[in-house]
């Protein structure tokens, strides 16, 4: 009996790596579909948005990236709460959250609207 209940343990832990990395596909590959035209995560140039390597945990804005402004002087940090919401809608959490913006409207237009979807992606960046 205690032999089966230990084979049991090991056998949930022996799980737990590949449903962690199911889950980091699905989000590497959610990323490719929505973000990847405009965004990379490598510590390289930025694309047409800025480059999302070490986001999750950075202040809002502090990239090197020059062309974009909407994120300019902002104060608010990059959470799963954040993250959640600008994927969202951008457009809309910068309205809904105008006290923390400049006032410059953002130019990413991509909606993810599937909770699912836009979790998979945070828990990718939270990776990068």
Known sequence: ???IRIAAVLAAFA???ATQATANDDGQKAFE?????CHDVKFEKHKVGPNLAGIMGR??????FKKYK?????SFTWDETNM???ITDAKTYQ??????F???PTTMNVKVKDAAERASIIEYLKSK
């Open 1 to 3: 009996m205690k032999s």
């Open 15 to 17: 799980i737990l790596p």
């Open 33 to 37: 579909k929505r973000c990847k035209a």
């Open 59 to 64: 202040a809002a804005g502090t990239t090197d």
């Open 70 to 74: 909407a994120l300019e002087g902002v």
């Open 84 to 86: 959640d919401g600008w």
């Open 95 to 100: 309205k809904d959250h105008a006290d923390m």
């Open 102 to 104: 400049s006032g410059k």
